[in-house]
């Protein structure tokens, strides 16, 4: 009998090695929620990641636009920082570029649509050329159109 479907959030507090990445996730969370609160409204949306890595604070912008914007006021961001991370040194900011990948699309097979028309209006449009390499080309192509 098949095991019964348990959900995600059980999985992640009952395993050790998830439960201790879950925990991991949920801290980084509640950092990036609270630098979020220090930031400027327009500059908070486009603040998508935080880490806290010894005394450095990395935080992660989503265009080289806004982590510039974030560098100017991190001396600022730092001091009220420091009153809830005693031992914080250092805020690096880089940023995150979302990788856009093309939508794969199936290709299509176009099946050659040959018939007996299409190699006569060659072989007649052969015909009236003047030039003997492409009057052998075109004819070919007839002879080509007509063997599918």
């Known amino acids: 009998m098949a095991a019964k479907p348990r959900r995600i959030n059980q999985l992640f507090q009952q ?60 001396p600022r961001l730092l001091s009220e920082l420091r009153s809830q991370f005693p031992g914080l040194a250092s805020i690096s900011v880089k940023t995150q570029v979302a990788q856009r990948r093309r939508p794969v699309r199936p290709r299509r097979k176009n099946a050659a649509r040959h018939s007996d028309r299409a190699a006569a209006t060659v072989d007649d449009g052969a015909d009236s050329v003047t030039s003997p390499a492409l009057r052998f080309a075109l004819k070919r192509l007839a002879r080509a159109l007509r063997k599918d």
Do not use: M
């Open 15 to 74: 395993q050790s090695a998830l439960k201790s990445l879950y925990a991991e996730v949920q801290q980084q969370q509640q950092l990036l929620a609270l630098v979020r609160q220090t930031l400027p409204p327009n500059l908070a949306e486009h603040c998508c990641e935080a880490r806290l890595r010894g005394t450095v604070l990395t935080l992660f912008t989503d265009t080289p636009v806004w982590a510039s914007k974030l560098r100017f006021i991190t």
